[in-house]
Structure formats: C-alpha cells, structure tokens
C-alpha cells in the first residue's frame, strides 16, 4: 500500500473508532511506527485529528475556519532534528534545584522530554503537552496555570492562570516563537498567547528562547516581545546571515547547534 492510499485508510479508521493507537496502527498495516510517524504531516492536515501521547484521537469539535492555523502536533514532526539540538544544548544550561519556566511549544516539549528522571527543582508551565513531559520527573515540585484548554497549541489559559504567573519568580524561562523579525519583534500566532508569554519573560531572571532557523526573518499575528528582552537565543545552523547580522547588533548571546 502507498503511503497516500495508508494515510487516507488511516483517517478513516481513526475516525470510525475514535482513537487508535500509533503502535497498533503500525502493526495493522505491517510497517514501522517510525514509517507513520513520518505519514504524520499528512495526517494531521486533517483538523479533526490529532495525535496525543501515542493515541490518535478523532476530535470532531476541533476549531475550523480559513487558512492553516498553527497546529501543534504538525509543528512537532517538523526540523525535528534540529529542534532536539537545540532542546538539548538547552538542557545543559539546567542546574539542580532551579525554579524553571517552560512555554508551550514542539521544541519545548522535547527539552522538557530530555530531563533526566532524578531532577529536583520546580517547574512552572501552562500547555498540556510540557505538563506531560514533566510528570515523568517525580521530584519535581510542577505548578500548571490551569483554564481553557486550546486543542492546537494545548495551551491552557485564564486571567487566573496569568497572574498566578505573574506572582512567582524563575531562575530561567525557555521560551518559544512563532516568528523573529528585526523591526517587528517576536510573534506568536494566538492573541490568547500573548499574556502567558509576557508574564513567563518579565517573571523570570534569564530569559531564554528556543526557536530553529525557520522562524527568523518572518512574523506572524501577535506580538509579545522584542528580540533585545532576551538574553539568550539558542537556534540551528541554518541561520541565514542577514539574520545572523541583525542579531548581532541585538547584544544577544546567540548559540548555533
């Protein structure tokens, strides 16, 4: 079976049983899971689907609507592999027993996967998909803003969420961007977004921002931050050199992986 013809028989499996496993959908059409995961971009163009923890879930009261919103669950399957370097460079900037912020975000699920399971400290996040990452370190003290539950970015949101935020204090803030433009700053893709993010960078005593080379020299709907309020930006080596140019002039530590 061709890869077109498996993704489209998979959509319909997933949407006559409501969830299926990745593993079991692997075994039933005798490939890999690593084959499906790779199947995933097409998949997931589909809005009523999504892939949660190794469970496809058929989620027909997903949002709709024009264009091609930010999905979470596609952003995860793309530069993968330079979003681990970049998780992992940041991984070794955590010390024992920090208090720590984590923004929702594909790259900062995976440096949040990449904490070893002894780690002490506390965690302070509001997206679903972190949140999950982090139950994995059982010494860790872990605070969740809490409210409505947005299916794409699986952030969570209220006014209480943000100013519980607002009332702690970090030692570091990984932070996530949907675009990074020199003249109009640092962009997420949700209004929803924006105050989370604010209260996560003015709250923190480092601010720290994960993002691949993708994300540079573009923007998108929602200003949160100018690129001058971070102190360091950790991307991949496949950072244009205009960019690299202007973000020198930012007095930025910038680390390529």
């Known amino acids: 079976m061709n890869r077109q013809k ?4 998979i959509r319909k499996r997933v949407r006559e049983a409501g969830s299926l496993q990745l593993s079991s959908v692997a075994h039933e059409f005798g ?23 190794g469970t496809f879930l058929y989620l027909p009261e997903a949002p709709k609507g024009g264009g091609e919103p930010y999905s979470l669950l596609t952003a995860s399957v793309q530069n993968r592999e330079a979003k681990e370097r970049i998780a992992r460079r940041a991984l070794s900037m955590i010390e024992t027993g920090e208090d720590l912020l984590f923004d929702a975000g594909s790259t900062i699920e995976i440096l949040a996967s990449l904490l070893p399971a002894d780690h ?19 010494n ?29 204090r970090v030692h570091k803030a990984f932070m996530s961007a949907s675009g990074i433009h020199r003249r109009l700053g640092v962009t997420c893709s949700d209004e929803y977004e924006t105050d989370l993010k604010r209260a996560g960078i003015e709250v923190a005593e480092q601010k720290i921002l994960l993002t691949d080379s993708s994300k540079f020299d573009s923007f998108t709907s929602c200003h949160f ?9 950790i991307t991949d080596n ?9 973000l020198k002039e930012c007095n930025i530590e910038l680390i390529i992986v």
């Open 238 to 246: 496949l950072l244009d050199k205009s960019s690299l140019e202007a």
């Open 6 to 9: 498996r993704v489209q028989t």
């Open 140 to 168: 860790m003290d872990i605070s969740i803003t809490g409210g409505r539950f947005h299916r794409r970015s699986m952030l969570f949101e209220s006014r209480e969420g943000i100013e519980l935020l607002r009332r702690r």
């Open 120 to 138: 002490t400290g506390t965690a302070l996040c509001f997206s679903y998909n972190v949140l999950t990452r982090l139950l994995s370190c059982p």
């Open 31 to 53: 490939v890999s899971e690593m084959t499906i995961r790779r199947d995933l971009e097409d998949l997931l163009l589909d809005p009523e689907i999504q892939l949660i923890r």
């Open 225 to 233: 931050a100018e690129i001058e309020e971070f102190d360091i930006i």
